[in-house]
């Protein structure tokens, strides 16, 4: 089973790189781009054959170690 | 506009960020974790109204900027 991660900076918590990103895009021609926020991607698979334990699981592993809770929300979304 | 881009690397190029990933997971009590890849992902907005040429400039960030297209992929997502 394949699961698919996105986390990304909560609203309200600054996000330099991606400021310096944007900044970036406006010199190098991009002018009317805005509030650019830059996240984390992680793809893995899983031996577990069962969706909602799947999905349980890759939850259990952003508390536990791939997103920063304090300041990062995730979203999880598991498929065969 | 809203767009949403998916940065990440081709097949068969090494992801040591990965990898380090996947090693702490099984240390930490997910031993059936695999195949764990790492990329990024980039949310922006532009003032651009119409969909295909919103789309076509976020391809273009992502070639100018964005991706490094000889190691990378990107997809891009554009909503209203």
């Known amino acids: 089973m394949k699961?698919?991660?996105?986390?990304?900076?909560?609203?309200?918590?600054?996000d330099p790189q991606g400021?310096?990103?944007?900044h970036a895009l406006h010199g190098l021609g991009f002018p009317s781009v805005g509030d650019v926020r830059q996240g984390k991607f992680i793809e893995l698979t899983l031996a577990e054959t069962d969706k909602a334990k799947a999905k349980s699981q890759v939850e259990a592993m952003c508390k536990a170690l791939l997103a920063n809770t304090v300041i990062e929300n995730y979203t999880v979304e598991v498929m065969d």
Chains 1, 2 share one sequence.
């Open 19 to 22: 400021k310096a990103v944007e």
């Open 3 to 14: 699961a698919k991660v996105h986390i990304t900076l909560k609203n309200g918590v600054l």
